[in-house]
């Protein structure tokens, strides 16, 4: 069914508007004043307004524009920023502190290997000391051990003479009784 009369007009002035309308709104902006064609904005049907600077040309933003929007990207932005910088900041301290832990723990490790090596070497020094003082204390006894191996060697000795000196006589003995 075909729209007549008011209608059809009505429609025909509808479909063409946008059009008009975007028309008005680039001359408008190339003279720097809003210019619009009064007979097609009393017929087109209300769209948003535009603020003043911008086109219809693939979005083309002008300076004022950017500044609003931009301050609000910016301090989110910076925000974020912020926030990753803490947590990164905070896990480099907190890598630095369990450095710092752990040397402390091997420093406290190696103070009680330390004071385990100094006991021991503590005992070691008491007891060589004793086996000092008992060396020490047995020395007479040594020496008269000494004294006494010193002795049997010069009998043995004496021994060893004696024997030979009787083997001697034994073989005179026995020349003797042959005769």
């Known amino acids: 069914m075909a729209a007549t009369g008011d209608d059809a007009a ?3 002035s509808i479909s063409r508007a946008p059009t008009a309308h975007l028309a008005a709104l680039n001359a408008a902006a190339s003279s720097g004043g809003p210019a619009e064609a009064p007979e097609d904005v009393a017929e087109s049907p209300a769209l948003p307004p535009k603020k003043p600077g911008t ?31 803490s947590v990164f900041l905070q ?30 070497s503590i005992n070691i020094s008491r007891n060589l000391q004793d086996l ?34 009787s083997k001697k006589l034994e073989a005179r003995f026995k020349k003797l009784e042959k005769r």
């Open 10 to 12: 009505a429609m025909d």
């Open 55 to 85: 086109s219809s040309d693939g979005g083309v933003e002008t300076a004022e524009e950017a500044v609003e929007p931009a301050e609000l990207d910016i301090n989110d932005l910076c925000s974020d920023m912020f926030e990753k910088m």
């Open 91 to 120: 896990g480099e301290l907190t890598g630095t502190c369990e450095d710092y832990r752990l040397l402390e723990n091997m420093n406290k490790l190696t103070s009680l290997k330390y004071m385990e090596m100094k006991d021991i």
């Open 132 to 165: 000092n003082n008992k060396y020490v204390s047995l020395q007479p006894y040594l020496d008269q051990i000494n004294q006494i191996e010193e002795q049997v060697s010069s009998l043995e000795q004496a021994a060893y003479k004696l024997d030979t000196y």
